[in-house]
């Protein structure tokens, strides 16, 4: 996920991990559990163009 999301948004994403616990997923304290990128100015304006064009066909 973190090197499509690298592709698509051009910036390198940053890896998010689990603040609680949570026995019934299996889940870990600090265990990685997604990936985020933060979009601002000209980046945030190309992406969105970038889905909209994807969007249309």
Do not use: N
């Not at 994403?13 to 609680?20: D, H, L, M, Y």
């Not at 600090?30 to 909209?52: H, I, N, Q, S």
Request: aromatic letters at 6%.
């Amino acid at each position: 996920a973190a090197m499509e999301l690298s592709t698509v948004s051009g910036q390198k994403p940053v890896i998010t991990k689990a603040k609680k616990s949570i026995a019934a997923f299996k889940l870990r304290t600090g265990m990685p559990v997604g990936v985020a990128v933060t979009l601002r100015g000209d980046r945030l304006l190309g992406f969105c163009d970038y889905r909209l064009l994807a969007a249309d066909g």
